[in-house]
């Protein structure tokens, strides 16, 4: 690495700025970097880096077809170039091509990394551009890169040239820097690996700039990668990432920075805290030294979960403008959940629970909503709904439907259907009305396993403006109760008895829970079951299912500790289970997440534009059909 211009011997000082990226905000976004660029001056930094997309936002959806903002987010970079006198700025935004095309017609765009040295853009080596383009757009789970950006790929086949030819470092006055973004970093089913032909031209520096949304346990496994692939390219590796929330509608995504260096041999040099904006600052001497120490590897747990769900919380509030917020409670473990969460955002005086007992609701649930209340000390409100339901159904029950030509319909609500009345009765009615009338919004407090096979309410509880905890099993939401008692409160403030509750929708006299009745799902097991469908990587469907059924392998398959011949004593009870909820959960209950409010996401294949569906009906393999004719044929 070259020393001149360098202002200390320690080598290289950078700084990378975890940001926190507004979406769609070009001109905010730009004053923060040059902001940032300020100050590193001043402190004589080298170089300093922010993350992928760090003008434009990244999940900013068909905003690209807007010439004007295109328009914007060039003029910002511009900015950004001619303020980097004395420090080399490294950053993520729009690379044009006004005299090219894209695929869809509109002028070429590239998801690219700039490098900005007295006030100069510098691309790679061998690159036709001023910039760094992302090699590899991923096209799976939320990501929809290729939509709107050209690829280096697609470019190398364009101007007949070779990948490697085009991946390149490139050279500033001080060293050779190896640039990637992002997917550039997560090669391992592509058929290019960037870093590694970077590697080949040995860099004295890369950096992998990122717009990586906060998964589950996803650092523990970034941080087995990118350290591998520090380590085999021999040169430190500096990784940025943005803080703050962003969304394609129907999923809102958080993302937690997690900004890490790695020397040249694999080891953590520093890190930054998760799901909070700032600057990470350091010397990288030698920089074939070892400097660091051995990764972490930690799992996620229930602990970070909260964190995520909470920070993701708060700034889809603050996106929203959102300041008091109304929560119906049950006396159930969900909305006891969801109203403790809000309770550690806001002050008591922007937070009213409702309670909204029917002639269903037992004198335990109804006393352990007011406990809970009592606990977070917001303002609390009963509104029992049994006269409006009652209203309804004389509304509707015995009346008849007449047209032109005499014919008649008589219309009744069943016993089933009055369930329903009961849950709109709370959502579309109370809940609506008083969220207006406390001028703020009530909340959605469905969780995963329910929104999996639709047992929401469409227009009742699956209303809302946010589902916080729809990506969480129900089990989950036990756990996160726990460590809300024992972590965030240090206290009982979920009351022990709504712990301890069989859940329950309490809307018939069949889920009384004083006499122990409840829900039909059968937790773990369910939420196993369920999660097999949503988030294995290969997508279960019944065939499988059955097949390790009939060899006595699902337990171990799916991760479940119950014994299923509790649950279901013969094939035949296993298999009506199975299609009951198969059916609902690519049925009815597709139809419901359709029009669902948007999922906070904290896992792989959050419902929404992460699990992405299609209307197509329930549907079953033959070999699925055959299993089970066979089956029960030997049961019989």
């Not at 905010?28 to 902001?35: D, G, S, Y």
């Not at 765009?109 to 383009?133: C, H």
């Not at 959960?585 to 597709?590: D, E, S, V, W």
Request: aromatic fraction near 8%; proline fraction near 5%; glycine fraction near 6%.
């Amino acid at each position: 690495m070259g020393k001149q211009g360098m202002n200390r011997e320690a080598g290289l000082r950078v700084r990378l700025v975890q940001m926190e990226v507004l979406p769609g905000r070009p001109a905010e976004n730009t004053a923060t970097i040059l902001h940032g660029i300020r100050e590193a001056i001043a402190e004589r930094v080298d170089l300093i880096a922010f993350p992928e997309m760090a003008i434009p936002g990244y999940l900013i959806a068909d905003e690209w077809e807007r010439d004007a903002f295109v328009r914007e987010c060039e003029a910002c970079a511009n900015e950004i170039r001619d303020a980097s006198r004395g420090i080399i700025t490294v950053f993520g935004s729009v690379g044009v091509d006004h005299s090219r095309r894209n695929e869809d017609g509109r002028v070429r765009k590239y998801n690219a990394l700039f490098v900005a040295e007295e006030a100069t853009f510098k691309g790679p080596e061998r690159g036709p551009y001023p910039f760094v383009i992302k090699s590899l757009l991923p096209n799976y789970r939320e990501f929809d890169d290729s939509r709107h950006f050209f690829d280096l790929r697609k470019l190398a086949l364009e101007e007949q040239r070779t990948v490697a030819d085009l991946v390149t470092p490139v050279r500033t006055s001080h060293f050779r820097l190896g640039g990637v973004l992002c997917e550039d970093g997560w090669d391992m089913d592509y058929n290019v690996s960037p870093l590694s032909l970077l590697g080949a031209h040995n860099p004295d520096l890369c950096i992998n700039i990122s717009a990586s949304p906060y998964t589950l346990n996803k650092n523990n496994k970034r941080n087995r990668v990118f350290s591998n692939q520090a380590s085999q390219i021999g040169a430190p590796l500096l990784y940025v990432n943005n803080t703050g929330i962003q969304n394609n509608g129907k999923t809102v995504f958080t993302f937690d920075g997690a900004s890490c260096v790695y020397d040249a041999h694999g080891h953590v040099v520093a890190h930054q805290t998760p799901f909070e904006a700032g600057a990470l600052t350091l010397d990288i001497p030698d920089p074939k030294a070892t400097f660091g120490n051995p990764v972490p590897l930690k799992e996620d747990t229930i602990a970070d979960v909260y964190k995520a769900l909470r920070y993701g919380t708060q700034k889809f509030m603050d996106l929203c403008h959102i300041q008091r917020v109304v929560v119906g409670i049950s006396g159930g473990i969900d909305s006891a959940v969801v109203a403790a969460m809000y309770a550690d955002i806001l002050p008591p005086e922007d937070l009213l629970l409702v309670n909204m007992p029917s002639r269903y609701n037992s004198n335990t649930t109804i006393s352990l909503a007011q406990k809970l209340a009592d606990n977070l000390g917001c303002f609390c409100l009963n509104v029992p709904i049994e006269d409006s339901v009652q209203l309804t159904k004389s509304q509707i029950s015995g009346t008849v439907a007449t047209r032109n030509d005499g014919s008649t319909l008589p219309l009744n609500l069943t016993p089933f259907m009055l369930e329903n009345v009961q849950a709109r009765d709370r959502s579309s009615r109370i809940l609506a009305a008083l969220a207006s009338a406390f001028d703020g919004v009530f909340t959605c407090n469905a969780n995963k396993s329910e929104a999996t096979v639709g047992y929401t309410t469409l227009y009742g509880d699956l209303g809302g403006y946010l589902a916080n905890i729809a990506d969480l099993w129900k089990s989950e939401v036990f756990a996160l109760a726990e460590h809300c008692n024992t972590s965030v409160f240090s206290r009982e403030m979920i009351p022990r008895g709504i712990i301890e509750l069989p859940p329950s929708a309490e809307l018939n006299a069949n889920q009384n829970v004083d006499e122990g009745k409840g829900d039909p799902l059968h937790y773990p097991y369910h939420d196993r079951l369920f999660s097999s469908w949503v988030e294995s990587w290969h997508r279960t469907t019944p065939e499988e299912i059955l097949e390790w059924y009939l060899d006595h392998e699902l337990e171990e398959k799916i991760g479940c500790s119950e014994n299923l011949s509790t649950l279901f004593p013969t094939t035949d009870d296993f298999v009506k289970d199975l299609e009951r909820w198969w059916n609902l959960y690519q049925g009815m209950g597709l139809a419901k997440r359709i029009q669902a409010p948007p999922v906070l996401a904290i896992k792989r294949r959050a419902f929404g534009f992460d699990h992405r569906e299609s209307q197509l009906g329930p549907r079953y393999t033959r070999r699925y059909k055959a299993l089970k004719q066979s089956a029960l044929r030997n049961e019989e």
